[in-house]
């Protein structure tokens, strides 16, 4: 039977975590969505519109991703914003916050601490911050399949093409086409990706044994 003893133990607080998402999800007004996987507390913060697509998994705690977690995934829609997750994305102690949009497409797979902010949260002179002017804020775009690695920042305006990938530690601050494998702060594309890119390709770089 493939049910370990470590499983069995983590099975409460699977229960209580769910049940506790549960509930801020019915307080935030936000639809739970079918198949939604939850280990670790989550923070939840919709004054706007919070969307999820069907089986979404969020992972909150380092000891559920040995990749390394520094915080619960934080999901955020402020006023008049919305925050839209498609189908099957996977995230991991990652924060995203809308105060204008955010949109994130199917099959999307957010690294350990990965950032999303549509806004500065902060203007850039100080006279505004004193006066508590509003930041500057722009839509984001995650196209589908795409990869963000472990640490990634996605700023305000960014739209990344689908099926590309960002490298760990990245901070993005423009538009990275579909197809790309990009990086660096800020990060630039840096090789298209092809079909030599997969596994069981004769060009991959990778030692595989076929
Ligand atoms: C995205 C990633 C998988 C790409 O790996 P790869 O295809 O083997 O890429 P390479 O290592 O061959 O690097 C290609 C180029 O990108 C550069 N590069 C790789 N990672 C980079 C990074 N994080 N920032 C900036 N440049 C980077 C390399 O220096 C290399 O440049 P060069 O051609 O001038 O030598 C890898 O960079 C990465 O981020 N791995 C960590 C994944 C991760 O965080 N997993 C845990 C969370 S899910």
Not at 47 to 62: A, C, K
Not at 86 to 103: K, L, P, Q, R
Not at 179 to 207: F, M, Q
Request: some cysteine; aromatic content about 6%; overall charge positive.
């Amino acid at each position: 039977m493939n049910f370990s003893i470590a499983k069995l133990i983590r099975l409460p607080s699977y229960y209580f975590w769910h049940l506790s998402a549960r509930v801020q999800f019915a307080i935030r007004g936000v639809k739970w969505p079918k198949h939604l996987t939850i280990k670790g507390p989550l923070g939840l913060s919709a004054i706007g519109r919070i969307e999820l697509g069907d089986h979404i998994t969020i992972v909150n705690d380092s000891k559920y991703n040995r990749a390394g977690i520094n915080h619960p995934t934080q999901l955020v829609a402020g006023r008049d914003a919305i925050l839209k997750i498609g189908n099957n994305v996977g995230m991991s102690g990652a924060s995203i916050y809308a105060e204008s949009s955010i949109e994130i497409g199917d099959h999307v797979l957010l690294g350990a601490n990965a950032r999303i902010y549509d806004t500065d949260f902060h203007p850039i002179h100080f006279q505004d911050r004193v006066a508590g002017a509003p930041a500057k804020t722009a839509a984001v775009v995650i196209g589908e399949h795409v990869w963000l690695a472990a640490n990634v920042t996605i700023l305000k305006g960014v739209h990344i093409g689908a099926r590309s990938v960002i490298a760990a530690g990245s901070v993005v601050t423009s538009d990275i086409p579909k197809d790309c494998l990009a990086g660096g702060i800020p990060a630039k594309v840096i090789r298209k990706i092809t079909e030599n890119d997969l596994y069981n390709h004769p060009n991959s770089k990778l030692d595989n044994p076929n």
